[in-house]
């Protein structure tokens, strides 16, 4: 059981290292002359630049999407154990089992998300580094 829990924290920790979008740049003029290797140096230069200037590359705090994933859960969970406990005859009781049981699993997942990271970065942050490629004579298809 531990060595299963300890797994389970190496994977999180690895997809956590491996995620992250990047620009996709379209093969103009500007980046076949350069080649892949400047291009990937001009990406990493720009994003230095966006976060030096502030932008960050994950939206919102961690504990804030945590803390709203708990509250959501929480709420539906509430609202199916009353339906729930509708049915079989005890609301009150239906309601706080799901609204425990929603909570947790709001928590698990929130905490899982920030763990592992947004799946696409911040709207300032991509925009800054679209500009600043853009400036330099890339073009940005979009992110992935």
Known sequence: MRRM?????FMVTMLAGCSGARPVLYPNAHMQSVGKEVAEQDIEACKQL???????E???STAGRV???TVVGAGVGAASGAVGGAISGAVGRGSMI???SGA???LLTGL???AVGPSQPN???TNFINRCLQEKGYEVTGWQ
């Open 67 to 69: 803390a709203t994933g």
């Open 5 to 9: 829990a300890i797994a389970s924290v």
């Open 112 to 114: 899982f998300s920030a």
């Open 98 to 100: 799901g609204a425990a």
């Open 123 to 125: 709207h300032a942050y």
């Open 58 to 60: 994950r939206s919102g």
């Open 50 to 56: 966006a976060k030096s200037a502030g932008a960050d």
């Open 104 to 106: 947790v699993w709001g």
